[in-house]
């Protein structure tokens, strides 16, 4: 790049980052804090019974109606069981859990607020994820299969707002994985999830 390129890139990042300090505080959006927890459901692998579900998200609203930012998820997809045989009479004894499977990871999440009611305090937005996770299968804690690959996901969220910036409410999901299934025909590649949603946001402040 030439001497005078590089002025000119220099002088646009010193003008945006001037403008940035030069803004009021009043108009800047403070970020949007999520947790969820819930179970998964409709998983279409093998063990696929669904477990415990979380999320922790962090939004920037903007355009007044939409709102980007960061989201770590973790789902339990599955536990499976095998009967427990005495070796030297052969009667059950009951079962005992076998394989398991859960997915984690993160991604970039993106909503937009559908309708809402001022006076009433709730909110309805679409959401919708891409990112990148992590797929493993052990058995009674030691891993013996693990796999990773692109996660999108999309749903509905409604939202009812209390007193001090804190929201309560329910989220459905439904989510892919773009994962082989060459070497295990039983791994997961699509599943939903059901939640309990609590968000919080900081009034901003002059």
């Known amino acids: 790049m030439q001497r005078s390129s590089w002025a000119r890139f220099l002088a646009a990042i010193f003008a945006v980052a001037l403008a940035c300090t030069a803004a009021p505080a009043a108009a800047v959006e403070l970020p949007e804090l999520t947790f969820s927890a819930g179970t998964s459901v409709g998983v279409n692998g093998a063990p696929g019974s669904g477990g415990a579900t979380a999320a922790l998200a962090l939004m920037w609203p903007f355009e007044n109606r939409f709102a980007f930012g960061g ?100 989220a459905v999901a439904w989510k892919h994985a773009f994962v082989s299934r060459d070497a295990d025909a039983d791994r997961p590649t699509d599943w939903g999830t059901l939640a309990l949603e609590w968000r919080w946001k900081s009034a901003a402040k002059d």
Do not use: C
Not at 111 to 134: L, M
């Open 71 to 170: 989201v770590l998820y973790a789902d339990d997809l599955g536990t499976g069981f095998s009967d427990l045989i005495d070796p030297n009479t052969g009667e059950p004894l009951g079962t005992i859990a076998s394989l398991h499977r859960w997915g984690f990871g993160a991604g970039w999440r993106t909503e937009a607020r559908i309708a809402q009611s001022e006076a009433r305090r709730w909110r309805f937005v679409w959401g919708a994820d891409f990112g990148y996770g992590r797929q493993e299968r052990d058995q009674r804690g030691a891993v013996n299969d693990a796999v990773s690959g692109v996660l999108v996901g999309t749903g509905p969220t409604f939202m009812w707002k209390t007193m001090g910036g804190h929201s309560f409410g329910g």
